[in-house]
């Protein structure tokens, strides 16, 4: 056994589910963030002129895409070599302080710096709070506290959605309901700031650092057992991640484009989209996660997920196929391929290069998007099927590479799989 896993052993038992949702808040804001900022920009791009390839560019760069990704790499890094708390504590307030320049912004060089600053924050603090959450929860039930982190995601876009709804169109307000949406999520950053400052650091990460050894080079993730976990994590979240970060840009804009939908009916999908998300991860991820097979419970969503994207490649769009569509994916995703790449991602590396592998795979992942989506708007206005299609392969190839490589750590240790992965070296 390596050096790194025989100091990995601190053996938490005790339930911490204040810090798991402190940490969790990390989701609601990236999601929100992903979600507010893609309403704002349709209204900011008539009162400020913003061309197509600047509406590309700020959304490639933004929080749904590279400028997370970088963030995430940076971050990830700097977690390990520096703690869990130092970064996931700040970079909330330099995420408010972006957020604030969206609500504030004039001009357009300012909704761009806003959008960088946001994604750079939001992707720092994700290895961080993933990192922490799994060190801390007892190991009988890290897959459980992962899942809170997953409800919040889905949280995210359904309280941003409905305040945008109420706000810009009910209300009447306009671009200053769009302001209103990102003014709340500067109060949540700063409401983090504030109290994370009483959290500890991770228990297990300090244990690295007082036992005085040198932590493996970053060299040792790219060789190995480590290299097959960041292909495989890399696989699975990528192609599904092409999927979500597609068809949660365009699904709205068809569904009102083709008729299928009126702008309320639109929202309305959406929200009970995240919303059955959040239904499965509490009732099937949450309560089974940590006494079944993990293969065969990510299987079930990924299949199913395959089916209920297939329908809008297969069928006219109607009423009937988009609700049956939207509740496939929607509930099937609850314990799909995000649950467990969060999951994973922390349970197949050690403690001293846990958050640098994570904030990696999330870097290729995020960044991957940013550069396939300059292609989508191509695609959709050519042939809506024919990127039905393109969606449904991508969660396909995430379904089968889950299937040859996706592990089964249920009810294990961290350092147990650490020894795991050791043996079979």
Same mark, same amino acid.
């Given at each position: ?9 601190? *053996? ?11 940490? $969790? ?7 929100? /963030? ?6 704002? %920009? ?60 969206? !609500? ?26 993933? /990192? ?12 459980? &506290? ?12 359904? =309280? ?17 309901? @769009? ?69 949660? %840009? ?12 009126? *702008? ?24 089974? =996660? ?15 997920? !395959? ?5 809008? @490649? ?10 049956? &569509? ?43 998007? $940013? ?14 099927? !024919? ?11 995430? @379904?089968?590479? $889950? ?23």
């Amino acid at each position: 056994m390596s050096q790194v896993e025989i100091v990995d052993n601190p *053996h938490i038992e005790q339930d911490n589910w204040k810090a798991t949702i402190l940490a $969790g808040l990390a989701n609601y804001i990236d999601s929100g /963030s992903i979600v507010s900022g893609a309403a704002a %920009l349709a209204l900011w791009q008539s009162l400020y002129g913003l061309s197509d390839n600047l509406l590309g560019l700020i959304a490639a760069f933004g929080p749904n895409a590279i400028g997370a990704g970088v963030g995430a790499m940076i971050g990830g890094w700097l977690c390990d070599k520096l703690g869990r708390k130092r970064i996931y504590q700040y970079d909330m307030l330099v995420y408010a302080i972006g957020m604030t320049v969206l !609500v504030f912004a004039v001009a357009p060089w300012m909704i761009v710096l806003g959008f960088v600053i946001v994604g750079l924050a939001v992707g720092a603090d994700i290895p961080a709070s993933w /990192s922490l959450i799994a060190e801390e929860a007892p190991d009988e039930r890290r897959g459980k &506290h992962s899942g809170v982190a997953q409800i919040l995601w889905n949280l995210g876009p359904v =309280v941003v959605l409905l305040m945008s709804l109420f706000l810009t169109d009910l209300m009447g307000l306009g671009e200053l309901g @769009a302001r209103l949406v990102f003014a709340h999520l500067v109060v949540v950053a700063l409401g983090l700031t504030f109290l994370r400052r009483k959290m500890r650091e991770s228990r297990r990460w300090e244990e690295t650092q007082e036992a005085g050894f040198t932590p493996p080079p970053l060299s040792a993730l790219f060789k190995g057992r480590y290299a097959v976990s960041i292909a495989g994590l890399v696989g699975i979240y990528g192609f599904w991640n092409l999927w979500a970060g597609t068809n949660g %840009l365009f699904f709205p804009y068809l569904m009102e484009t083709l008729g299928v939908a009126t *702008h309320s009916q639109s929202i309305a999908l959406q929200c009970l989209n995240f919303f059955l998300g959040m239904v499965a991860n509490y009732v099937i991820f949450m309560k089974f =996660v940590d006494r079944v097979s993990h293969k065969a419970m990510f299987m079930v969503s990924a299949v199913m997920q !395959v089916i209920g994207m297939s329908l809008l @490649a297969l069928f006219p769009l109607t009423v009937p196929v988009v609700i049956a &569509h939207v509740f496939l994916l929607g509930f099937f995703q609850g314990f799909g391929a995000q649950s467990f790449f969060q999951l994973w991602s922390a349970e197949m590396f050690p403690t001293a290069l846990r958050s640098t592998a994570q904030g990696l795979c999330f870097a290729i992942v995020r960044i991957t998007l $940013g550069v396939f989506s300059f292609f989508v708007p191509m695609l959709a206005s050519a042939d809506f099927t !024919v990127l039905a299609w393109i969606l449904t392969g991508f969660l396909a190839i995430s @379904a089968l590479i $889950g299937w040859l490589w996706a592990p089964n750590n249920a009810g294990k240790s961290l350092e147990d799989i650490q020894c795991e992965q050791q043996a079979a070296a």
